[in-house]
């Protein structure tokens, strides 16, 4: 009789049917990956702070100390989420998102109104407040999209944070694209388009965003890889429009023609949505029908035997007793470390020896991959390089940011899996890379920036999905929302330390040396400028010990860690979704207790299988 419905109306569906298949899409596992996807790869703002801060830089009058105090607040505000954390602990994704919808558009409104005029001048305090709102709003739509996904899909986190981390990477070229569509090449109007744009599509999927019962699909891993090559298309695109865009100077309508076709491909995941979940409904349709040829409904059922008697059995140790476990495992006290992969609590977690050496490798290495971002522009002057290289450069970052992400977590996916290869030796490797990254900053070589932007953005994009997947691996799930914004507060941390102490001071130190040289003294007001090789020479050195330092860090991780990475770390997931599976068959053929459920419950009436 199913089948029978199923053969009418368009493509095989009536019009009721098509509206239960809409639904069936509309409240799927898959639809929520596609509207994080796009939440995501708008949520990138705060990558692109080197576009437009030489306009802030010469609207406001600051120096490049203040500009980098600035960034350090843009970073403080996009990576310490402690606060998003908690509240996704005790309400929904969807209450998250709205906050974060409010700030988003809040901070970076008002950086808008100053630095186009609008308002009186803030003092510098008002615009690190503006632009750490702003920024913050970013962990609100990280930990709502991200945290949501990871949990609906366990057993495949490296791909599902290699995706959306991926696309907050490569966002800072998708926005640039509808930037140049939307307002020409107006550098302060990108200020109000971030402002606006995140906040609105944040807003569109509030509803889709939510925590959905895991049950394991055999194809779950095929289904990424289609969604990774076509954001691998995507960053293709992107690439090639930029090189071209480069080359020649484009005119709006061109640049309009390529926002339509990157509007086109981010759409493009909602076609394998749709044909994963037509898969799952046919698949459902075939079990009904062979469910119902084969369901034999007996007229007098047999009883139920009589539950057998209770059974008194001494314990032979004292040592098995439950209190004698509490005793061995207390889980009150927040110092008690329980074993690596189950759920720690927050307090737990924070004061284990294992995220303290997280914290330490995320501040060398993401604290310096950083600085170097958020420098780019300033370094591309500073080297004698055209605005519109300076421009490609930051492109070329968000790009390989993108990919950075996507291939430390399907590969480190695909290792762990296959090979037993732990997360934690990847991110060593990566933190190596990043030295050769900050050398070529700072010895300057002809050209050399280019590169040096590739490799920069490759290894900054590559340790947020390692980092967040060892923090999943390590402390568990449950508190999973607020220890994956412990870790990222360490960012910050090494960008203040490394930007503002050490990149920033250096850089107007030779600014100084060089108007002394000419035989002047600053302006009240003046901008500073230095030009060469020795404006970021030491700094850049500096970035390059404080990575291989932080690389140092990290190999004690992997030591600490190596038996675990050795065993089946998701064995508890699979047997979950196994019982789920279970649960489910049993009551599709009968609404009988699982058998799991058997030794703790009374004998179920079969003739009455609702009071079960």
Same mark, same amino acid.
């Given at each position: 009789?199913? *089948? ?8 095989? #569906? ?8 809409? #639904?069936?899409?509309? =409240? ?55 606060? *998003? ?16 919808? +409010? ?46 996904? $990871? ?28 930037? =140049? ?23 569109? #999927? ?16 095929? !289904? ?47 076609? $394998? ?92 290495? $993401? ?38 992400? !996507? ?21 060593? +490797? ?7 990254? =900050? ?113 140092? !860090? ?48 009374? &004998?179920?009436?079969?003739?009455? &299988?609702?009071?079960?």
């Amino acid at each position: 009789m199913v *089948a029978a419905e199923f053969t009418s109306g368009f493509g095989g #569906f009536g019009n009721k049917e098509m509206r239960s298949f809409g #639904f069936q899409v509309l =409240h799927g596992r898959w639809f929520m990956v596609f509207a994080s996807m796009l939440i995501l790869s708008m949520s990138g703002a705060t990558y692109m702070f080197g576009l437009y801060s030489n306009e802030v830089k010469i609207s406001l009058g600051y120096d490049q100390t203040t500009v980098n105090l600035l960034s350090f607040f843009k970073d403080l505000g996009g990576n310490v989420g402690i606060i *998003a954390g908690l509240v996704n602990e005790v309400t929904g994704p969807w209450v998250v998102l709205l906050i974060g919808a +409010l700030m988003n558009f809040f901070g970076y409104f008002m950086i808008w109104m100053a630095v186009t005029g609008r308002t009186s001048k803030p003092r510098v305090w008002q615009m690190c407040l503006y632009i750490c709102i702003g920024a913050n709003s970013q962990t609100f739509s990280n930990t709502g999209a991200v945290v949501s996904c $990871v949990k609906n899909f366990p057993e495949s986190r490296g791909s599902v944070l290699g995706i959306l981390k991926g696309l907050v990477g490569l966002s800072g070229a998708i926005i640039t694209q509808l930037f =140049h569509a939307f307002y020409g090449k107006d550098l302060k109007s990108l200020i109000l388009l971030i402002g606006w744009l995140p906040a609105s599509v944040s807003m569109v #999927f509030l509803p889709i965003i939510r925590l959905i019962k895991y049950v394991r699909q055999s194809n779950e891993l095929k !289904v990424f890889y289609n969604l990774l090559y076509i954001t691998l298309g995507l960053a293709g695109f992107l690439m090639a429009i930029i090189i071209i865009q480069h080359k020649l100077k484009s005119s709006r309508i061109e640049y309009i023609g390529s926002a339509l076709v990157v509007t086109v491909l981010l759409c493009l995941p909602l076609g $394998v949505v749709i044909f994963e979940e037509l898969k799952i409904r046919k698949s459902k349709i075939r079990a009904l029908n062979d469910q119902s040829e084969l369901k034999v409904v007996a007229e007098n059922p047999v009883p139920a035997p009589p539950p057998p008697p209770p059974v008194e059995v001494a314990l032979p140790l004292a040592a098995e007793s439950p209190q004698t476990q509490s005793q061995q495992k207390p889980t009150s006290c927040c110092f008690s470390r329980p074993n690596r992969g189950e759920d720690y609590t927050i307090l737990q977690a924070v004061f284990s020896v294992d995220m303290l050496i997280l914290f330490l490798v995320t501040s060398c290495g $993401v604290g310096g991959t950083l600085t170097a971002i958020d420098n780019l522009g300033q370094i591309g002057s500073s080297l004698g390089y055209p605005s519109d290289s300076i421009s490609t450069f930051i492109s070329l970052v968000s790009i390989w940011n993108y990919l950075g992400r !996507v291939t430390s977590g399907f590969s480190s996916e695909v290792l762990l899996k296959k090979y037993k290869f732990p997360r934690p030796l990847m991110l060593t +490797l990566v933190l190596l890379l990043s030295c050769a990254g =900050h050398l070529l900053i700072a010895f300057g070589v002809p050209n050399s920036l280019y590169f040096a932007s590739v490799i920069i953005g490759f290894c900054f994009g590559a340790q947020w999905p390692l980092i967040f997947a060892i923090i999943s691996e390590i402390f568990g799930l449950k508190y999973y929302a607020t220890l994956i914004n412990v870790g990222g507060a360490a960012s910050p941390i090494g960008a203040y330390l490394l930007n503002v102490r050490v990149a920033g001071n250096l850089y107007d130190a030779e600014a100084l040396k060089q108007l002394k040289a000419l035989g002047r003294t600053r302006k009240k007001g003046e901008d500073l400028r230095c030009v060469g090789v020795q404006c970021y020479k030491l700094a850049f050195i500096i970035m390059a010990a404080v990575a291989f330092f932080g690389s140092l !860090v990290s190999f004690i991780l992997v030591i600490r860690t190596r038996k675990f990475y050795k065993s089946d770390i998701y064995k508890k997931f699979r047997e979950a979704a196994e019982a789920t599976e279970s649960d489910n068959v049993a009551a599709a053929s009968g609404g009988l207790v699982p058998p799991r459920e058997m030794d703790s419950k009374a &004998p179920v009436n079969s003739a009455n &299988p609702s009071t079960s």
